[in-house]
């Protein structure tokens, strides 16, 4: 029995039809975006993280991570070592000499600022621009991902 083209002209399996058939296309479409529905959400970061860690690429060593803490009450930390309040000038020559160290020891690691946030912005900016003049440039300002 011969099928009958759409058009009404009889046609045989030695003709090449020239129609394509969308309906497995659109099947494939469909998965894919079903696949795509369901792993991206897994995909997005919605870790939950709670400062102060801080997500390290593998390989790196968290002793190379340097966190600069202000605390609400002006007080300044580096790492885990409370240094003091930061009007201190004696707190500040300490500042600098662990910075120094640090970035002796690791020079090409990145710093990170932790700060209240009831710090002035003043603050923050005189910490940065002091890091700036002991020549850690690359510094990034940890935040709180819940947004409260």
């Known amino acids: 029995m011969m099928a009958r083209h759409p058009l009404g002209e009889s046609w045989t399996e030695a003709e090449p039809l020239s129609e394509i058939n969308i309906v497995p296309l659109v099947d494939v479409l469909l998965v894919l975006l079903v696949i795509f529905m369901i792993t991206a959400p897994i995909i997005t ?8 860690r801080v997500s390290l690429s ?8 340097l ?3 202000i605390d609400r009450r002006a007080r300044l930390a ?21 910075i120094l160290n640090w970035k002796a020891n690791y020079p090409a690691s990145a710093a990170f600022l932790r700060v209240d946030r ?31």
């Open 45 to 52: 970061p919605t870790l939950q993280v709670q400062l102060p």
């Open 58 to 65: 593998p390989g790196t060593d968290p002793q190379q991570t």
């Open 67 to 69: 966190i600069i803490t």
């Open 78 to 98: 580096v790492n885990e070592k409370v240094l003091g309040p930061l009007r201190s000038q004696t707190t500040l020559k300490q500042f600098e000499r662990e």
């Open 118 to 148: 009831l710090v002035r912005y003043g603050t923050v900016i005189q910490v940065m621009a002091r890091l700036n003049r002991m020549g850690v440039v690359d510094v990034g300002l940890m935040i709180d991902s819940d947004g409260g």
